[in-house]
Nanobody
Protein backbone atom coordinates (compact mmCIF):
# COMPACT_ATOMS: atom_id res chain seq x y z
CA UNK A 1 0.00 0.00 0.00
CA UNK A 2 1.44 3.38 -1.04
CA UNK A 3 1.27 6.50 1.09
CA UNK A 4 1.61 9.66 -0.99
CA UNK A 5 1.68 13.26 0.24
CA UNK A 6 1.70 16.11 -2.25
CA UNK A 7 2.87 19.67 -1.62
CA UNK A 8 3.88 22.77 -3.52
CA UNK A 9 0.59 23.87 -5.03
CA UNK A 10 -0.58 27.46 -4.94
CA UNK A 11 -1.85 30.40 -6.94
CA UNK A 12 0.21 31.95 -9.72
CA UNK A 13 -0.33 34.21 -12.67
CA UNK A 14 -0.29 32.97 -16.23
CA UNK A 15 3.30 32.34 -17.34
CA UNK A 16 4.47 31.57 -13.82
CA UNK A 17 6.06 28.43 -12.42
CA UNK A 18 5.45 25.99 -9.61
CA UNK A 19 7.24 22.88 -8.41
CA UNK A 20 5.14 20.11 -6.94
CA UNK A 21 6.63 17.52 -4.63
CA UNK A 22 5.34 14.17 -3.47
CA UNK A 23 6.72 12.30 -0.50
CA UNK A 24 6.32 8.61 -1.24
CA UNK A 25 6.19 5.81 1.25
CA UNK A 26 5.87 2.53 -0.60
CA UNK A 27 7.78 -0.68 -0.74
CA UNK A 28 9.85 -1.02 -3.92
CA UNK A 29 9.53 2.68 -4.78
CA UNK A 30 12.50 2.47 -7.11
CA UNK A 31 10.75 -0.23 -9.16
CA UNK A 32 7.41 1.56 -9.45
CA UNK A 33 6.10 3.69 -12.26
CA UNK A 34 5.07 7.02 -10.73
CA UNK A 35 2.99 9.82 -12.16
CA UNK A 36 1.00 12.98 -11.78
CA UNK A 37 -2.70 13.21 -12.51
CA UNK A 38 -4.98 16.25 -12.36
CA UNK A 39 -8.65 16.96 -12.11
CA UNK A 40 -10.34 20.26 -12.86
CA UNK A 41 -13.84 21.07 -11.54
CA UNK A 42 -16.48 19.31 -13.59
CA UNK A 43 -13.93 17.30 -15.56
CA UNK A 44 -12.59 13.78 -15.37
CA UNK A 45 -9.21 13.02 -13.87
CA UNK A 46 -6.50 13.05 -16.54
CA UNK A 47 -2.91 11.96 -16.86
CA UNK A 48 -0.26 14.66 -16.83
CA UNK A 49 3.10 12.91 -16.67
CA UNK A 50 4.66 9.59 -15.76
CA UNK A 51 8.17 8.34 -15.07
CA UNK A 52 9.13 4.69 -15.22
CA UNK A 53 11.80 2.98 -13.10
CA UNK A 54 14.34 3.32 -15.92
CA UNK A 55 13.72 7.05 -16.14
CA UNK A 56 11.61 7.09 -19.29
CA UNK A 57 8.99 9.83 -19.18
CA UNK A 58 5.64 10.36 -20.84
CA UNK A 59 3.62 13.58 -20.97
CA UNK A 60 0.18 14.66 -21.99
CA UNK A 61 0.32 16.71 -25.18
CA UNK A 62 -1.08 19.73 -23.35
CA UNK A 63 1.96 19.97 -21.05
CA UNK A 64 4.82 18.82 -23.30
CA UNK A 65 7.67 21.28 -23.28
CA UNK A 66 6.35 23.05 -20.19
CA UNK A 67 6.27 20.40 -17.44
CA UNK A 68 9.03 18.05 -16.30
CA UNK A 69 8.64 15.04 -14.05
CA UNK A 70 11.54 13.67 -12.03
CA UNK A 71 12.17 11.35 -9.11
CA UNK A 72 14.70 11.13 -6.30
CA UNK A 73 15.37 7.53 -5.29
CA UNK A 74 17.26 8.48 -2.15
CA UNK A 75 14.61 10.84 -0.79
CA UNK A 76 11.71 8.78 -2.17
CA UNK A 77 10.28 11.95 -3.63
CA UNK A 78 8.54 12.65 -6.92
CA UNK A 79 8.56 16.10 -8.50
CA UNK A 80 6.69 17.99 -11.17
CA UNK A 81 8.28 21.21 -12.41
CA UNK A 82 5.61 23.32 -14.10
CA UNK A 83 6.66 26.28 -16.23
CA UNK A 84 4.74 28.66 -18.48
CA UNK A 85 1.57 27.88 -16.60
CA UNK A 86 -1.76 28.60 -18.25
CA UNK A 87 -5.24 29.12 -16.77
CA UNK A 88 -6.26 25.76 -18.24
CA UNK A 89 -3.67 24.10 -15.97
CA UNK A 90 -5.85 25.01 -12.98
CA UNK A 91 -6.75 21.76 -11.22
CA UNK A 92 -6.15 19.55 -8.23
CA UNK A 93 -2.91 17.66 -8.87
CA UNK A 94 -2.42 14.14 -7.56
CA UNK A 95 0.72 12.11 -7.17
CA UNK A 96 0.10 8.50 -8.21
CA UNK A 97 1.79 5.12 -7.96
CA UNK A 98 1.27 2.23 -10.31
CA UNK A 99 -0.79 -0.74 -9.24
CA UNK A 100 -1.64 -3.97 -11.11
CA UNK A 101 -5.23 -3.70 -12.20
CA UNK A 102 -5.22 0.05 -11.79
CA UNK A 103 -6.60 2.58 -14.25
CA UNK A 104 -5.06 3.84 -17.46
CA UNK A 105 -4.71 7.57 -17.96
CA UNK A 106 -3.76 8.06 -21.59
CA UNK A 107 -1.20 8.75 -22.86
CA UNK A 108 0.65 7.63 -19.74
CA UNK A 109 1.87 4.04 -20.03
CA UNK A 110 1.23 2.86 -16.49
CA UNK A 111 -1.80 1.72 -14.53
CA UNK A 112 -2.30 3.89 -11.48
CA UNK A 113 -4.15 2.72 -8.42
CA UNK A 114 -2.80 4.72 -5.51
CA UNK A 115 -2.77 8.49 -5.08
CA UNK A 116 -2.55 11.16 -2.44
CA UNK A 117 -4.98 13.83 -1.25
CA UNK A 118 -3.86 16.27 -3.92
CA UNK A 119 -2.53 19.80 -4.02
CA UNK A 120 -4.42 22.67 -5.65
CA UNK A 121 -2.90 24.66 -8.50
CA UNK A 122 -4.67 27.83 -9.60
CA UNK A 123 -3.45 29.89 -12.54
CA UNK A 124 -4.98 33.30 -13.14
CA UNK A 125 -4.89 35.18 -16.42
Amino acid sequence: QAHLVESGGGSVQSGGSLRLSCAVSVYTYSRRCMGWLRQAPGKEREGVAAIEPDGRTTYADSVKGRFAISRDGVKNTLYLQMNSLKPEDTAMYYCAADLPGGSWYAPLGCRFGSWGQGTQVTVSS
